[in-house]
């Protein structure tokens, strides 16, 4: 009878390890799907529509590429979809490093996999120039829409992305109601596209910056590639500002 029950209880073990080991994939897909979502429409959108929506259509391309995502895999991951977000949840507690490992390797991943589809439907445009037209990628100094230096580049970067975060923090808490946590999201990061785009072409995300730069960087333009680091590490000291501000002041 002994034996019985701890062959039972052994196999009930199992069960619950291949039902975590299950939720942790659907986790990490999830990621990846939702941050191939955002550079596919969104990075896309620059390449492919930019010359009829304009950096409006951009901005609303982003956000509500945002917004749709939350609701379809937020109960399923939470929508990071970017490794800001990531590293702020990881350092508030949050999310486990894990969990936070997995989802920055998927993340980048799928910005990757969505960049990469990009080029491929651009390259049925025989107007298409990757090095003249690029892939949605982020820039400063001559690379600036706007011609902004990397300074002022860092600065905008850091500051969106905290705010960015705040709204994230904010929408996501207990006292908030979270059915509308994906508007609310998705419209900020609108509003920050409108600001930021002429400035930097907007990041607040690595991932979404690192996606498109490894592609052109393979088809041989280095440039993104070379200025990509401002777009890491500008939003990673944004997204950390929010979480450490978010925890010290404003958590209950």
């Known amino acids: 009878m002994k034996n019985k029950a701890k062959d039972d209880d052994d196999e ?11 939720t942790d994939t659907r986790k990490y897909f999830a990621e990846m799907l939702g941050t191939f979502a955002l550079v596919f429409f969104g990075c896309g959108s620059a390449v492919l529509a930019g010359a009829h929506i304009g950096f409006y259509g951009i901005a609303f391309a982003f956000g509500l590429t945002v917004l749709f995502m939350v609701y379809a895999i937020g109960p399923i991951s939470g929508c990071h979809i970017n490794p800001a977000i990531t590293l702020a949840m990881l350092a508030a507690g949050k999310i486990k490093m894990k969990d936070a490992t997995m989802y920055i390797i998927m993340q980048c991943i799928g910005a990757f996999a969505a960049a990469t589809c990009v080029l491929v439907i651009a390259f049925g445009n025989a107007n298409y120039n990757v090095s003249i037209d690029g892939l949605g990628q982020n820039g400063y100094g001559d690379h600036s829409p706007g011609k902004f230096e990397w300074w002022a580049g860092f600065v905008a970067e850091v500051i969106m992305t905290m705010m960015f975060l705040f ?10 109601n979270t059915k509308f946590a994906g508007l609310a999201i998705g419209l900020s990061l609108v509003v920050i596209h409108l600001f930021g785009i002429p400035v930097t ?46 925890k010290e002041i404003f958590e209950d």
Do not use: C, H, Y
């Open 12 to 22: 009930e073990e199992k069960k619950v390890v291949m039902k975590g080991a299950r």
């Open 201 to 246: 072409g907007v990041s607040v995300n690595p991932a979404r910056s690192l996606g498109p730069a490894m592609v052109l960087a393979m088809m041989g333009s280095w440039d993104a590639m070379v200025q990509v680091w401002l777009f890491i590490v500008a939003p990673i000291i944004g997204g950390l500002i929010a979480a450490f501000a978010w």
């Open 167 to 176: 709204v994230i923090f904010g929408a996501t808490s207990k006292r908030a």
